[in-house]
């Protein structure tokens, strides 16, 4: 399904910049350009440690950016203020990656779910609780469970409370960074499919951050891989799988672990060699070019850029 | 095979306010030298708690260790005083834990914290330690290690905390490697780096590995026997091919047909098993999944099945194995296709 619309959400030569010390800088993110349109979901994959939680975390305005900017509903989020600010804290969510660190320990579950509530007017007295005890079984969670505190649940069921609490403000909006690796695989489909039919009944949007990349391609209608700091390819998650293009995403859907022990024990990966380079001193060329077999001398050149190559399907390699 | 861990019907509760969480329900297993055995089952089952039990890392209060034993080279752990159990902790055994933000000491730079552990436990000087620590630093695939060393876990992504993690728990050469969700922030490239760095650690040390984790691939991919648990009780057990192609417990059935596999049709909604799982402050007295399981009978409410032998090793807490229940052809197994 390829959603036509407008972009909901424009990333324009985006790049966040760390410094780590003694003048070091560390190219977390480095000139992101990527729409997501209205009702779309977008995956996003790649290496640990080449910036996707950044990205979705600049995207939220939990962090500034160091040039470029993030367009929303048309307006540049960095520089709202005041009402629309409000309006955009609320239409714009993200579900956590760490379900331990995001939850506040002191608080109960009622009122972790109900904060957002409370600051956006959205439901007082008793259509706050019946609201909040919704959400609770929307999530697979249950009354009993609103006034326990985080440190009494496991980190699926954790969690799911991040999700709760991200949907008790209606958003628009969803950057969900691996909001399904802490949980078991009922469960984790349970969400998926939960995910789903929320995204059809409110519209939602999503930038949907994983590892599992079966996962990925389901809820996926675009799929964008990252490597160090940079989409290196862009395609609808049914070309990507079908064909991917650049090496990296070749060795990434090879290594997917198939829950099948005879296809695991025959099963050949392409090993990726080499050194993952540091995204302090990324490397002149492509990023990818310390573990690339095809690598040419115009890779450790020129970085290449990110160019539709077929209908729809973006790549940045020097081979296309 | 010679027996490293034998756990012998452990208990394990939490007294909350709100009353007593019974998170592991009698559990009895046993892991060889050198063997791989996986833990999967449902969010809050109890595999974490049962791990956190053998290395005795169960906070207490609230938690307690109701009953049963734990023999880790024939001497049994929960007996153990506090310094005694410090020095097998992370020589002999060794955990890399769910959360690594949590358990990596935010005010320590990574790389002094995988020394200290060589200087406690293998008794190194510190510029040997510093050495050693950015040697297995670069082992688990952190790139840059020397200046990687000198930063704080808050300055490491995801994926390289838990890479850290792994580290410093590898440092030591333990006997026993309890791994509790160790691949889920990492991609598939270094997870397979790492599945294969758990395996090359196994043939070339003999090290046993506990591996918890959600996902199915990895357990087909590194394990060679696997534990279900359900509600704080092992439910199936056996070795990788009994469970995938010839699983017996409906539980197991409803894991199996819920993996995601790469060719998933997109317009079908994911297989899930309906309903949650029991109340843990009131677990039922008989099988725990039957409020969820279409095949219940009777019995089932009444009373809990006992274990069940399907073949050498592989055994099921199920009445549907009893000789007078009703044949019930599994959904999945050899010749059924998952998807
Ligand atoms: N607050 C910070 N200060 C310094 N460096 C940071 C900070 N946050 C992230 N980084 C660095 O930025 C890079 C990207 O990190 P990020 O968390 O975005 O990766 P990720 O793609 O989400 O990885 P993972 O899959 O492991 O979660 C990493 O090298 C990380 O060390
Ligand atoms: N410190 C604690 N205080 C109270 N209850 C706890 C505590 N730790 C765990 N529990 C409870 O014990 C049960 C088992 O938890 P455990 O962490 O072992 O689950 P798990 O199987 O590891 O789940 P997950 O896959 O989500 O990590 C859960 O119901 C949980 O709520
Ligand atoms: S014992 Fe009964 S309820 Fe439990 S899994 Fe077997 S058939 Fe289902
Ligand atoms: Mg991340
Ligand atoms: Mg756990």
């Known amino acids: 399904m390829m959603v036509e619309g407008m972009p909901l959400v424009e990333i324009k030569n985006l790049k966040k910049y760390f410094n780590v010390g003694r003048g070091a800088v560390l190219k977390a993110v480095d000139n992101v350009n990527l729409q997501i349109r209205e009702g779309e979901t977008v995956g996003l994959v790649g290496e640990s440690g080449c910036g996707k939680t950044t990205l979705g975390r600049t995207i939220v305005r939990l962090y500034e950016p160091t040039a470029g900017e993030v367009l929303f509903e048309g307006k540049n989020v960095h520089k709202l203020a005041g009402q629309q600010l409000k309006e955009f804290n609320r239409k714009a969510q993200m579900i956590f990656q760490d379900p331990y660190a995001s939850l506040n320990p002191r608080m109960t579950v009622r009122d972790i779910i109900g904060e957002g509530i409370d600051i956006h007017g959205l439901y007082k007295n008793k259509e706050r609780t019946e609201r909040i005890y919704e959400l609770l079984s929307l999530v697979g969670l249950n009354k009993e469970h609103a006034n326990r505190f985080p440190h009494e649940f496991s980190g699926g069921q954790r969690q799911r409370i991040g999700i709760a609490r991200a949907l008790a403000v209606e958003p628009k909006f969803i950057v969900c960074d691996e909001p399904i690796s802490a949980l078991d695989v009922s469960i984790q489909a349970q969400v998926i499919n939960l995910l789903m039919e929320l995204q059809q009944k409110l519209k939602l949007t999503y930038l949907f951050i994983a590892h599992d990349l079966s996962m990925v391609k389901y809820v996926s209608d675009r799929i964008a891989v990252m490597y160090l700091g940079v989409i290196v390819e862009l395609a609808t998650s049914e070309d990507l799988h079908k064909k991917p293009l650049h090496p990296y995403t070749q060795a990434l859907l090879s290594a997917i672990p198939i829950p099948d022990p005879e296809t695991e024990r025959k099963k050949k990966r392409i090993l990726l060699e080499g050194d993952v380079p540091s995204p302090i001193n990324p490397p002149k060329g492509c990023r990818f070019v310390t573990r690339c077999r095809y690598a040419k001398p115009i890779c450790t050149e020129q970085q290449p850029e990110l160019k539709e190559v077929e209908k729809n399907h973006f790549v940045a390699c020097h081979l296309y | ?339």
């Open chain 2, 1 to 339: 095979m010679e027996k490293l861990l034998e756990v012998k019907d452990l208990e394990v509760s939490f007294k909350t306010y709100a009353g007593e969480i019974k998170a592991v329900r009698g559990v009895s297993f046993d892991i060889n030298k050198g063997e791989i055995v996986a833990i999967v089952g449902e969010s809050g089952c109890g595999k974490s708690v049962t791990a956190q039990s053998i290395m005795r890392l169960i906070p207490m209060p609230p938690g307690i260790i109701k009953k049963g034993s734990i023999i880790f080279e024939g001497r049994d752990i929960t007996k153990l005083s506090e310094r005694e159990m410090e020095h097998i902790r992370g020589s002999e055994m060794s955990m890399v834990f769910q959360d690594p933000m949590t358990s990596l000491n935010p005010t320590m730079k990574v790389g002094a914290q995988i020394a200290e552990s060589l200087i406690k436990h293998q008794k190194m000087h510190s510029k040997e330690a510093w050495k050693k620590a950015i040697e297995m630093l670069k082992m688990v695939g952190i790139p840059n290690a020397e200046k990687r060393a000198n930063q704080y876990p808050h300055e490491f992504s995801g994926g390289m905390r838990q890479r850290a993690m792994i580290a410093i728990a590898l440092a030591c050469n333990p006997k026993l490697l309890i791994a509790d969700e160790p691949t889920t922030a990492l991609d598939v490239t270094i997870q397979a780096q790492i599945l294969d760095l758990m395996r090359d650690l196994q043939k070339k040390l003999n090290t046993a590995i506990i591996i918890i984790t959600h996902n199915l691939g990895v357990v087909a991919n590194l394990a060679e026997r696997v534990l279900v648990m359900y509600a704080g009780k092992i439910i199936e057990r056996g070795n990788l091919d009994d469970i995938f192609y010839n699983p017996r417990h409906p539980y197991t059935w409803g894991l199996l047909m819920s993996v995601p596999t790469p060719d998933l049709d997109k317009s079908k909604k994911l297989a899930s098993i309906e309903g949650t799982p029991p109340d843990l402050f009131a677990p039922p007295v008989g099988c725990p999944f039957a409020p969820r399981c279409e095949y219940a009978m009777k019995i089932c409410y009444e009373k809990y099945p006992e274990e069940f032998t399907v073949s050498d090793g592989h055994s099921v807490a199920c009445w549907l194995m009893h000789p007078l229940a009703p044949k019930v052809k599994p959904p999945v197994g050899k010749g059924v296709t998952l998807s």
